[in-house]
């Protein structure tokens, strides 16, 4: 089985809080006709800071998209090896064992892409496949977890690296006006990620299954409007509403599967606002506290768009508490609608916790009698 290692997350240090965020708008948009929306939906996502690139004086001004580009590539190649050295590391594994490089982002473009770079300047071999993926938003975290697990399902001894780079200050349109692009200024924050997914061996997610569902005629909800000052941002009002058709999706999912997704032990959950996790914990008829890792994430960095599901799913490692065995679905969401799905088991040699402590030892089992007849 495929084993879903722990992430490693990396954020900027300039940090802009919610009430910096609403002192903006205020002050930028003080004629908007509609700011008094602006501010409500900005308030109600719940994001207490983000962390951005450049300080936020230096975030505001739009020198032009071909500078912009310039330091999306600059900056992903001055933070994404650290982050790569320290997923490998936790997989315990090297550069010279991965077989493939999944590299998603949203947020800046560049060819041949970065894994191209990060071949020749961290030791990957000339053979390792490249799979770099931009333009599934938000879902290509879930997508790229996804493709890892079918890559080694196709060749059982690979390791497959992914790595989600996503810069969302870089998209920031200061003369763009509309309502869905004011809420995304206060959303959306910076962030890089990167995880191993082990062919053999591996503490993590062992992988079982996974799946995709697109809801029908929706894929200008959520898009790019690409213009010579770069990539506008459009999100539809109606967005918060596609739960309702992915929780069913979800479950079919887990029920193709033998489980029933409503009563799961962990969920690993793309945090594109809390509208989305209240609707879904209703649809999908689980508790609020089951979505806790995707709060917090959405509360401590904003949606990183593709990096949220690395960084949730950093957050079940961290505290420690997911027994051996315990079965959990991980899913992004993003443009199309695109929902991208994953079944798996908290696994560990020896049947430790996610923190890798020792399980309490079992009170001593009864002397079993005669062996059940097949």
């Known amino acids: ?54 300080p936020i ?5 739009h020198p032009g998209f071909e500078h912009r580009n310039s330091v999306y590539e600059a900056e992903a190649k001055a933070r994404v090896p650290a982050v790569i050295q320290q997923a490998l590391q936790d997989a315990e ?28 300047e961290m030791d990957f071999r000339t053979d390792v496949r490249q799979v770099p993926i931009a333009q599934l938003g938000c ?51 910076d962030g890089l990620a990167a995880a191993v997914v082990r062919g053999r061996g591996g503490i993590g997610v062992e992988l079982e299954r996974n799946g995709s569902y697109l809801v029908p005629h929706t894929e200008d909800w959520i898009a790019y409007d690409v213009r010579d000052t770069g990539f506008h941002f459009k999100l539809d009002k109606r ?17 193709d599967h033998g489980w029933d997704a409503t009563a799961l032990d962990f969920y690993i959950i793309h945090a594109g606002g809390p509208r989305i996790l209240d609707d879904l914990s209703m649809f999908l008829g689980v508790e609020p506290e089951a979505f806790r890792f995707s709060r917090a994430t959405l509360t401590e960095y904003g949606n990183i768009a593709s990096a949220v599901v690395l960084d949730a799913l950093r957050r079940l490692f961290e505290e420690g508490s997911t027994e051996h065995s315990a079965k959990g679905i991980l899913a992004g969401f993003g443009p199309g609608i695109t929902a991208e799905m994953s079944l798996g088991r908290w696994s560990v040699p020896g049947g430790r ?22």
């Open 93 to 120: 594994v090297r550069a010279e064992d991965i077989d493939v490089i999944i590299f998603v982002s949203c947020t800046g473009f560049m060819m041949p892409s970065l894994t191209a770079w990060l071949i020749n």
């Open 239 to 255: 967005v918060p509403g596609t739960m309702e058709p992915l929780a069913p999706a979800l479950k079919e999912l887990a029920a």
């Open 139 to 189: 879902a290509a975290g879930g997508a790229a977890i996804n493709r890892a697990h079918d890559f080694c399902t196709a060749y059982p001894e690979a390791n497959a690296l992914i790595v989600a780079c996503e810069f969302c200050s870089l998209c920031y349109q200061p003369t763009d006006v509309n309502v869905g692009n004011l809420l995304s200024n206060g959303l959306f924050g």
């Open 57 to 61: 004086e230096e975030t505001l001004r």
């Open 353 to 374: 916790r996610a923190s890798g402590m020792p399980m309490p030892a079992p009170a001593p089992a009864p002397t079993p009698g005669p062996a059940p007849r097949a």
């Open 1 to 54: 089985m495929a084993t879903l290692c722990k992430p490693t997350v990396s954020v900027p240090d300039h940090v802009i809080t919610m009430e910096q965020t609403l002192d903006l708008a205020r002050t930028v948009h003080a004629d908007h006709p509609q700011l008094g929306l602006a501010l409500r939906l900005i308030e109600n996502t719940g994001v207490a800071k983000r962390h951005l690139l450049r």
